[in-house]
């Protein structure tokens, strides 16, 4: 009888995760937008972001784009940061996407427009390598200006990059051959002397 019963709960409980298993996997192929919600709400980004790039990749609509780009991690994910933050910064929407942002949330350090952007520029090094990464930089500070907070800053601040003295110089070199406006200027001497130190601290950990 003993058996019986055990036998009986074990039947059970298997037909429940399978049934269990079939209802998550529809939801995760019909219905990507709640899991996706429910794993960013308990803190699991990684996870959240497999169902947006699921969600994005079903609507193509430019909002599920910039809520993937908003947990993916450039870090952990280059390659899909470069990928997903890349067609966000070059999408139609992007420009109207950053104005309308900074009017909700106002403008306290950084724009929406520098975040994205400085983000890409740090997944596009990461992934490309040196020269892409600052080739993107290059061509958003010519586009936009040199900003306090443009791509150039981002990459050489960012702390999840590890730069070697290669990497910093090719930073360098390319702030070296920048010609900026008056007001920008600042700024610029403020980056190439951030890569002076941290090809400093570089060479002092070779040293050591």
């Known amino acids: 009888m003993t058996k019986l019963i055990l036998k009986t709960a074990a039947i059970t409980l298997a037909a429940v995760i399978v049934f269990l298993g079939l209802v998550f ?3 995760a192929l019909f219905f990507p937008r709640p899991l996706a919600r429910f794993f960013e709400n308990a803190g699991n980004l990684s996870a959240a972001a497999v169902f947006y790039e699921r ?6 609509e430019p909002g599920d784009l910039a809520v993937l ?3 993916l991690d450039e870090h952990t994910s280059p390659e899909k940061a470069e990928k997903y933050l890349g067609e966000f910064v070059y999408s ?11 009017e909700t949330y106002g403008v306290y350090t950084y724009s929406a427009r520098e975040l994205y952007q400085g983000r890409y520029v740090v997944a596009r090094f990461i992934n490309s ?6 080739e993107s930089a290059l061509a958003f500070t010519e586009e936009g200006g040199y900003t306090e907070y443009n791509s150039f800053y981002w990459l050489i601040t960012d702390g999840g ?3 070697s003295e290669n990497d910093v110089s090719v930073v360098k070199a390319a702030l070296e051959s920048l010609s900026v406006q008056d007001g ?7 980056d190439i002397a951030l890569c002076g130190e941290l090809l400093q601290a570089l060479g002092k950990n070779g040293a050591a």
């Open 25 to 27: 996997g529809a939801f």
């Open 69 to 71: 780009c908003d947990v």
């Open 161 to 163: 990059l590890i730069f």
């Open 129 to 134: 390598g040196a020269s892409s990464g600052v």
């Open 55 to 60: 969600q994005y990749e079903k609507s193509g």
């Open 92 to 102: 139609d929407e992007f420009e109207s996407f950053c104005a309308d942002y900074d």
């Open 184 to 190: 920008e200027r600042a700024f610029l001497e403020r």
